[in-house]
């Protein structure tokens, strides 16, 4: 089953000088359990082709299943809904709720969508991705890089959602830490998760089983090029 | 409530600012209970005061030069009447001719009208007189002594205590004698006024229908005043002092209602990138609607809260000072500014909040998290 399913998907981002076109008739096909890098230079579309599969942005043009669900013209309120459920996102900057201790911000996905148990099961993810049960008491500023990474790919798998995207994961972490946190998602994956990487790191590349290459809005290599 | 969690935290995380957003509503709050109580509790202060004379008629002649004996009778049977005759006359006064007011009035009327501050009252077809207050001082008059008015000379028995112009009698300058001897010096029939006291405020209306009724039936013999309508024409002025004076209490509001609005505008723009992240992994445009205005009803509440008690404190105080009485400020309609008080805090800060509260559920996720 492909849980990301994009059909001659165009962006175009109208800027003060002129239109910018972000995606270019872009068509791609993700199957479940798949775990994929997102790489180019920076302009080539690699934030909008992972916004848009992450439902925070809509296509111009062509259609776009997510989980199975087709999210073109669905509104506000249903977008959020599924990037509650279905999406989990990791960031360059970690992004913790910095008024949340850890366990809290695990826990915060939850809340929202009204799961049961979400103290106990808070604390299962934090020790499955590594990290001791006493460090989740604390706010995000008092935790390393690598322990905020880990509190946050907790986070993205607080409503076991059918993807992980995750923009520069190892962006702001030095290369020890980096490789801990591949290895961690690594794991994730084989545990049967899908997961998208946008990365200009080759290393990091690497640990993955495809890469979609992005020039000027259009896909190569292993994406259909059109 | 997460949201609620959030707000608390929020607030927390910038203390210094919280507090000085709370101290606005504080004062706002504390202007306007504290304002709002001190005019009502002057408002009460003055009604009560009125209230004595605001059950009182005066029935004046109209057409003749006096109330007949008759007419009075039929003004009895519908209240309590009082009545009066009266006369400017010249009198000498320790030696000293000056003009005075003349008072005949039955005996036992005198002290339902007027209070003494000594001597006694006349008795019973009494030929002596009382002095008003004013007289006495200018004339170093004492009890005992005697005043000159027509061929005779009245023992003064009693002095006045100070009432000021009335509306029914003024007594101050006047000498008041007992009906048998105003009759004895004047020789007069008829009255030239009588006071009507109707026991409830209320019933003014009914008995000056009655007495106009009974009196001006064939034509116009009587012509009835109410003081209830002067009474209520100072209760409005007073009513307007109050509303002067809460206006001064809204104004400090609104001025801490744009301030709350300035630190909701603040703590919007610092956090969007935190509201990106959160609308990112789901939160939804109410949630982060109710977050914002949860923060500004903490604000309003606890600073209405505060307002209102120390609102309370100062009118207590202005009570005290002022007006040397402190029983109005438990009167219901003092109690009632306290809470007006909170509500118009609460209210205030809510409606500052609602702006940015909007403002920051109506951004776009992608753009907010791209904000640094």
Not at chain 1, 13 to 32: F, Q
Not at chain 2, 160 to 173: H, K, M, T
Not at chain 2, 216 to 228: I, T
Not at chain 2, 353 to 360: F, S, V
Request: charge should be negative; hydrophobic fraction near 45%; proline fraction near 3%.
């Amino acid at each position: 089953m492909n849980v990301v399913e994009l059909v001659e998907v165009t962006k175009v981002y109208e800027l003060p000088r002129g239109s910018v076109k972000a995606l270019d008739n872009v068509t791609a096909s993700i199957e479940a359990g798949e775990f994929i890098s997102v790489m180019g230079p920076s302009g080539s579309g690699k934030t909008t082709f992972l916004n848009i599969i992450g439902c925070l942005d809509t296509p111009t043009e062509g259609t776009v299943d997510i989980g199975g669900e087709n999210i073109n013209g669905l509104d506000d309120e249903a977008l959020t809904k599924i990037r509650r459920d279905k999406i989990g996102f990791v960031f360059q900057q970690f992004n913790l709720i910095a008024t949340l201790t850890a366990l809290e911000n695990i826990e915060y996905p939850m809340i929202l969508k009204g799961v049961n148990g979400h103290e106990e099961k808070s604390k299962e993810l934090v020790s499955s991705v590594g990290l001791d049960e006493e460090l989740g008491e604390n706010k995000p500023n008092e935790l390393s890089g690598g322990e905020q990474q880990r509190v946050a790919i907790a986070r993205a798998l607080a409503n076991d959602p059918d993807i992980i995207l995750a923009d520069e994961p190892t962006g702001n972490l030095d290369s020890k830490t980096s490789k801990d946190i591949m290895q961690l998602l690594k794991d994730t994956n084989e545990r049967g998760k899908t997961i998208i990487i946008v990365t200009h790191d080759p290393q990091v590349a690497s640990y993955t089983k495809r890469t979609f290459r992005l020039v000027d809005g259009r896909i190569d290599s292993d994406g259909v090029f059109l | 409530m997460i949201f609620f969690e959030f707000a608390k935290r929020n607030l927390a995380r910038h203390k210094f600012r919280s507090v000085l957003a709370i101290l606005g509503i504080v004062i706002g709050v504390l202007a306007i209970t504290a304002l709002g109580i001190l005019g009502n509790s002057v408002q009460l202060a003055v009604s009560e005061q009125l209230c004595m004379i605001g059950n009182e008629l005066v029935v004046y002649p109209y057409g003749e030069e006096a109330i007949s004996e008759d007419n009075f009778k039929k003004i009895e049977k519908v209240a309590e009447a009082i009545p009066v005759q009266s006369i400017g006359d010249k009198a000498t006064l320790n030696g000293e001719s000056t003009f005075v007011m003349v008072y005949g009035m039955r005996s036992e009327d005198i002290p339902k009208l007027l209070e003494k501050e000594a001597g006694q009252f006349l008795k019973h077809g009494s030929l002596n007189c009382m002095v008003g207050s004013r007289l006495a001082d200018n004339y170093e008059l004492r009890v005992g002594e005697r005043a000159a008015l027509q061929s005779q000379k009245p023992r003064i028995v009693g002095i006045l205590a100070e009432r000021g112009v009335g509306f029914d009698i003024s007594p101050d300058n006047a000498i008041i004698v007992s009906d048998k001897m105003f009759d004895l010096m004047y020789n007069t029939t008829g009255y030239n006024s009588v006071i009507v006291k109707v026991e409830k405020i209320e019933d003014v209306e009914e008995a000056r229908e009655e007495i106009e009724a009974r009196l001006n039936k064939k034509e116009e013999v009587v012509m009835v005043m109410e003081l209830k309508m002067i009474v209520e024409g100072i209760k409005g002025l007073f009513n307007t002092i109050s509303i002067f004076l809460l206006g001064i209490g809204a104004i400090s509001l609104v001025v801490a209602g744009v301030s709350i609005l300035n630190v909701m505008m603040m703590s919007t723009v610092e956090r969007t990138k935190e509201i990106g992240v959160m609308r990112a992994i789901g939160t939804s445009k109410r949630g982060i609607l109710r977050m914002f205005l949860f923060e500004s009803l903490i604000l309003g509440a606890i600073g209405g809260v505060i307002g209102a008690i120390s609102g309370f404190g100062a009118g207590f105080l202005v009570d005290v000072l002022i007006l040397h009485e402190a029983s109005y400020l438990f009167a219901p309609s003092s109690i009632l500014y306290v809470f007006v008080g909170i509500a118009f805090g609460v209210g205030t800060s809510v409606l500052s909040g609602l702006y940015p509260a909007w403002r920051a559920s109506k951004l776009k996720p992608i753009e907010a998290l791209r904000h640094e």
